[in-house]
């Protein structure tokens, strides 16, 4: 139980070879070199098996505008459901990974697989980010994001909510530095 | 480069016994049974080595009116600064775990360190959930958090600026299921 946690849109090619997306908010940033993300997933869920088939993830972050087709993809099972012809989005092959992306999202990063460790009801899976690609709408210049273009949404693990990003508060390693 | 993060401050005692409190952004839940958050952290930091020896942690989570004191809390290390005291703020033994916590966040929860696994510059570290305290005054009632009062931060890792919850966008496994 810790706030905020992210909405990530995990997509994966299966066995067959199609597209699947998952939602899931367990997850974040875990290294900075070499840059790795981390998310957990139930062994029930399509995506985990697809993972370690093919050692490979991208991370679709939805906008706003996309939270009902976010929430979708977390309700529905990609065994039994073509999730992308559900909701007309549209799965670009990563040139770099062995994955899938939503490419009406504005960010996504796609990764190798580096680890996966078994926890409990959720394994942790490690990916080394090999890329970033941010829609050149959500961009601030100089490669940075504008998180009020990106509109990422933030879920609440009890009440089971999203939210998107409120008001900007302060500038890090510097807001403090008067105490 | 995920959005959003959130804003983590880990506490942890030295082996002197001086509680001590860091900033991280790199974390969030990782299992749901039994209940786990990661945290990464890089060897440097003075909590890297707390966290080891103490096999605990607890994150407190600080609300937009501490956003000056978590900054801080990223600014300067425990082996050379009592943050507590220089921040005002109470730190709180942990009567679960050999941690101390934040006594004016809004939001605790108290780890036991099962798992340490060696990323890279940062180590993610998983601890179990034993206890999670929050103020009355940010409950919704039923045992539900009103994020709404408890205010959390959320962190843009590139710009490295701390942002707000904004408005409720809709409820989950509910705001997908028309389509």
Request: with cysteine.
């Given at each position: 139980?810790?706030?905020?946690?992210?909405?990530?849109?995990?997509?994966?090619?299966?066995?067959?070879?199609?597209?699947?997306?998952?939602?899931?908010?367990?997850?974040?940033?875990?290294?900075?070199?070499?840059?790795?993300?981390?998310?957990?997933?139930?062994?029930?869920?399509?995506?985990?098996?697809?993972?370690?088939?093919?050692?490979?993830?991208?991370?679709?972050?939805?906008?706003?505008?996309?939270?009902?087709?976010?929430?979708?993809?977390?309700?529905?099972?990609?065994?039994?459901?073509?999730?992308?012809?559900?909701?007309?989005?549209?799965?670009?092959?990563?040139?770099?990974?062995?994955?899938?992306?939503?490419?009406?999202?504005?960010?996504?990063?796609?990764?190798?697989?580096v680890q996966a460790i078994e926890l409990g009801l959720h394994t942790l899976f490690?990916?080394?980010?090999?890329?970033?690609?941010?829609?050149?709408?959500?961009?601030?210049?100089?490669?940075?994001?504008?998180?009020?273009?990106?509109?990422?949404?933030?879920?609440?693990?009890?009440?089971?909510?999203?939210?998107?990003?409120?008001?900007?508060?302060?500038?890090?390693?510097?807001?403090?530095?008067?105490?």
């Open positions: 139980m810790v706030y905020p946690t992210p909405v990530f849109v995990v997509g994966t090619f299966d066995k067959a070879g199609r597209p699947n997306v998952m939602t899931a908010s367990w997850g974040g940033i875990c290294c900075s070199q070499p840059p790795c993300v981390a998310v957990s997933l139930r062994k029930a869920t399509y995506t985990y098996g697809n993972i370690l088939e093919r050692k490979a993830f991208t991370i679709s972050i939805p906008s706003e505008a996309f939270v009902r087709e976010a929430d979708y993809f977390g309700l529905v099972s990609g065994r039994s459901t073509d999730k992308f012809a559900a909701t007309k989005l549209t799965p670009v092959k990563s040139d770099l990974v062995d994955a899938p992306y939503v490419k009406e999202f504005p960010l996504i990063v796609e990764c190798r697989l490690v990916g080394e980010v090999l890329d970033v690609k941010a829609e050149e709408d959500v961009l601030a210049g100089a490669g940075l994001l504008d998180i009020d273009k990106v509109k990422p949404l933030a879920f609440t693990p009890d009440t089971e909510a999203y939210y998107g990003i409120g008001r900007r508060i302060g500038q890090a390693f510097s807001i403090g530095r008067d105490i």
